[in-house]
T-cell receptor, first 109, second 114 residues
Framework: AQRVTQPEKLLSVFKGAPVELKCNYS??????LFWYVQYSRQRLQLLLR??SRESIKGFTADLNKGETSFHLKKPFAQEEDSAMYYC???????????FGSGTRLLVRP | DGGITQSPKYLFRKEGQNVTLSCEQN?????MYWYRQDPGQGLRLIYY?????DFQKGDIAEGYSVSREKKESFPLTVTSAQKNPTAFYLC????WGQGNQPQHFGDGTRLSIL
């Protein structure tokens, strides 16, 4: 069955440290991967998608089909990055999204 | 700000009662979605609709019903058949296009059982 796994419920780092939020998926077809973020008191919103190949707020994510991973990375974490991050999978360009359970990132001063 | 409006923010249901959660969007999006979120879990898809007067079951549709009579509105009814309705419910919408378009979310409705 299709699944998205985010192994860390909580990731705590100090400001300026590198960050990597892990995401692994299980799907044999053609996946589209996304990262959604929810800042405190704000709505869940799209952070980035793999097909865009862009960097948003200093975050990047590369789809590794061999390892079925889509880890989110940032070289230098900022306090304002503290939020809940969800990895999501779309299968064969369908409208359906499968979400991981989320990782809370806490960036300490 | 506009976009997607969910109401009410908090809702209490008595045993055996049906309740309806409202979701309205002014983004002119064709597709709308309902998700359920439980503590420690990701979002799970309940129902989705790609076009007016059409909707599809998601992964956990049992005990829920929806309608899509207008493009702007996609209400979700939690029926008495849903045995564990206490959860946080999120509505989302997206455009229709090639591939999966980004989904825009509302603020959510928290449903509790009295």
């Amino acid at each position: 069955a299709q699944r998205v796994t985010q192994p860390e419920k909580l990731l705590s780092v100090f400001k300026g440290a590198p960050v990597e939020l892990k995401c692994n998926y299980s799907y044999s077809g053609s996946p589209e991967l996304f990262w959604y973020v929810q800042y405190s008191r704000q709505r869940l919103q799209l952070l980035l998608r793999h097909i865009s190949r862009e960097s948003i707020k200093g975050f990047t994510a590369d789809l590794n089909k061999g390892e079925t991973s889509f880890h989110l990375k940032k070289p230098f974490a900022q306090e304002e990055d503290s939020a809940m991050y969800y990895c999501a999978l779309s299968m064969d360009s369908s409208y359906k999204l499968i979400f991981g359970s989320g990782t809370r990132l806490l960036v300490r001063p | 700000d506009g976009g997607i409006t969910q109401s009410p923010k908090y809702l209490f249901r008595k045993e055996g009662q049906n309740v309806t959660l409202s979701c309205e969007q002014n983004l002119n999006h064709d597709a709308m979605y309902w998700y359920r979120q439980d503590p420690g879990q990701g979002l799970r898809l309940i129902y989705y609709s790609q076009i007016v007067n059409d909707f599809q079951k998601g992964d956990i549709a049992e005990g829920y019903s929806v309608s899509r009579e207008k493009k702007e509105s996609f209400p979700l009814t939690v029926t008495s058949a849903q045995k564990n309705p206490t959860a946080f419910y999120l509505c989302a919408s997206s455009t229709w296009g090639q591939g999966n378009q980004p989904q825009h979310f509302g603020d959510g409705t928290r449903l509790s059982i009295l």
